[in-house]
C-alpha cells in the first residue's frame, strides 16, 4: 500500500495525503494492508500506551517520494497537518471518536466481500490542511 502527497489539485482544494493500493487487479494484498491500518486506529482509540504510530514504516506501507505519516491520538481532532518542509512528511491527530469511526470507515476495504470497486474510496479525515483520502487505486 502507497502513501503519496498531491499539492496541486487545483483552486481551492486541499492538498491529498492518499493511501493506495497498488497491485494489479487481479492481486488482491491490499485488505491484508487495510486490516492492518485498522488494527492500528483501533489500538489508538483504546489504548493511551500506544500514543502514535508511524504508518509508512508499517509492513506492506511505502511512502512515495519520501512521503510519511504519523498517527497520533490527542484529545482534540486537529487532523494531518504538514510536519517537515523539506518532505512530504505529516501527521494525523484524531480524537478516541474519530478514530472509532476511521475503524469502521476501513471495514470495506477489509472484508473483500464488502469491497468497493477498485475506483472506491473513503475520506479518513477531511480536517486540518490536508486531507487523508484511502482508495482502492491511484484514482480517487
Known amino acids: 500500500m502507497l502513501l503519496e502527497y498531491f499539492d496541486d489539485l487545483g483552486a481551492g482544494k486541499p492538498p491529498v495525503l492518499l493511501t493506495y493500493d497498488d497491485s494489479p487487479s487481479d492481486a488482491r494484498p491490499f485488505p ?3 486490516a492492518l491500518l485498522r488494527v492500528v486506529a483501533k489500538e489508538l482509540a483504546a489504548d493511551d500506551d500506544h500514543p502514535r504510530v508511524q504508518i509508512d514504516e508499517l509492513a506492506g506501507f511505502h511512502g512515495v517520494d519520501g512521503c510519511s505519516l504519523c498517527a497520533e491520538i490527542g484529545p482534540a481532532s486537529i487532523g494531518v497537518t504538514p510536519i517537515d518542509s523539506s518532505r512530504p512528511a505529516s501527521r494525523c491527530v484524531l480524537d478516541r471518536a474519530d478514530w472509532h469511526r476511521v475503524v469502521g470507515l476501513l471495514e470495506p476495504f477489509v472484508d ?3 469491497a468497493p ?3 472506491g474510496f473513503q475520506y479518513l479525515s477531511e480536517s486540518g ?3 487523508w483520502i484511502i482508495s482502492m487505486s491511484r484514482g480517487w
Open 117 to 119: 470497486n477498485r475506483n
Open 112 to 114: 473483500p466481500a464488502e
Open 129 to 131: 490542511p490536508i486531507e
Open 32 to 34: 491484508a494492508e487495510a
